[in-house]
């Protein structure tokens, strides 16, 4: 009888550490990815995302000041700083970037070819939800950039959110 208590004792806590255990991973899976240049370090920007995302954890890692979408891709594809476990283990993607190169004077073609590698890259390490942020500006040159970020996001069969 006395064995059939202890075992019976053992499984129950088994199933407790297995579900607290479970309940623990799942929620540090929770996490939101922002990856792009520093726009969306900018709090309005950042409480637009969050309000149309909420309950994930926030990860900012990979939001750099000034970088291009060249460097970013180079960064993506030659894993620096472990990019690539922190993208595949992200629950929800979000991509914001060019507004500082373009406003620099970048080529747009060049922008928009290395933010399609850069969408690819991203799709190929993780396939869960991945976000394309708009330019937050009613300029008409970037009125254009947003209306070819819209069509990328539908050919790569991602979200696309306007952000003002």
């Known amino acids: 009888m006395k064995r059939k208590y202890k075992l019976l004792i053992i499984i129950t806590i088994g199933f407790i550490l297995s579900l607290l255990l479970y309940l623990r991973l799942n929620k540090q ?22 309000n ?17 979408t060249s460097e970013m891709y180079n960064l993506i594809n030659k894993n620096i700083s472990s990019i690539q476990k922190d993208i595949h283990e992200a629950k929800v993607l979000v991509l914001s970037i060019g507004y500082q190169e373009l406003q620099s004077g970048a080529n747009i073609r060049m922008y928009l070819y290395y933010l399609e590698k850069i969408i690819v890259k991203l799709k190929e390490l993780n396939n869960n939800q991945i976000y394309l942020i708009s330019m937050p500006t009613s300029e008409i040159k970037y009125q254009d950039i947003n209306t070819w970020l819209k069509n990328i996001a539908l050919k790569y069969n991602i979200e696309y959110l306007t952000i003002s």
């Open 29 to 50: 899976n929770n996490t939101l990815l922002f990856v792009g240049d520093s726009l969306l370090n900018n709090k309005t920007y950042e409480s637009g995302v969050l």
């Open 52 to 68: 149309i995302l909420p309950n994930y954890t926030l990860n900012k890692e990979y939001l750099i000041g000034n970088i291009t």
